[in-house]
């Protein structure tokens, strides 16, 4: 069987099938403390995992995601530390030229790391949103079958209310 661990139907009330980007107890949380009320119960008796196989252009695409978002990350935490250190050594620019050149280098050494995982994480993204359009009806099969009392339209789960 196909990993689907991290699909589930309806994160949010207007999109049907979403890779989870957290904990999705976060997500419940969310709902069960900053939604409407009369939107509670269905939000979350609708949001559930995929249980079936998707396409497996879509789980890898996500699994693309995953590495790329890793690595992003790790860019990002040392691209965070070296703006820190250069705004440091900016601050004491008069008594420290020599920590301020050094920090600018760790600085322009981290963005440019930082700007090639920004442009993975980007493409990678565009590859996951690629295969969800390449397989809206096979995802909405799956749907039907998965949510037989869904009350989705193609656009929200709450299609009597005019705007949420």
Request: proline share 5%; with cysteine.
């Amino acid at each position: 069987m196909t990993e689907t661990s991290t699909f589930y139907w309806h994160i949010h009330h207007r999109v049907l099938l979403e890779a989870a980007t957290e904990p999705i107890e976060n997500r419940i949380a969310y709902i069960r403390n900053h939604k409407p009320a009369d939107e509670v119960e269905t939000r979350l008796r609708l949001l559930r995992p995929v249980a079936g196989d998707l396409p497996p252009e879509l789980v890898e695409a996500r699994a693309a995601l995953d590495k790329a978002g890793a690595t992003h990350n790790k860019a990002r935490a040392a691209y965070n530390k070296a703006w820190d250190a250069y705004n440091k050594a900016r601050a004491a620019y008069d008594k420290a030229r020599a920590a301020y050149n050094k920090a600018r280098a760790a600085y322009n050494k981290a963005r440019a790391a930082y700007n090639k995982a920004r442009a993975a994480y980007n493409k990678a993204w565009d590859a996951l949103n690629k295969a969800l359009a390449d397989h809206t009806g096979e995802i909405e099969a799956l749907h039907r079958v998965e949510c037989p009392d869904c009350p989705w339209d193609g656009q929200t789960i709450f299609p009597d209310k005019k705007e949420i």
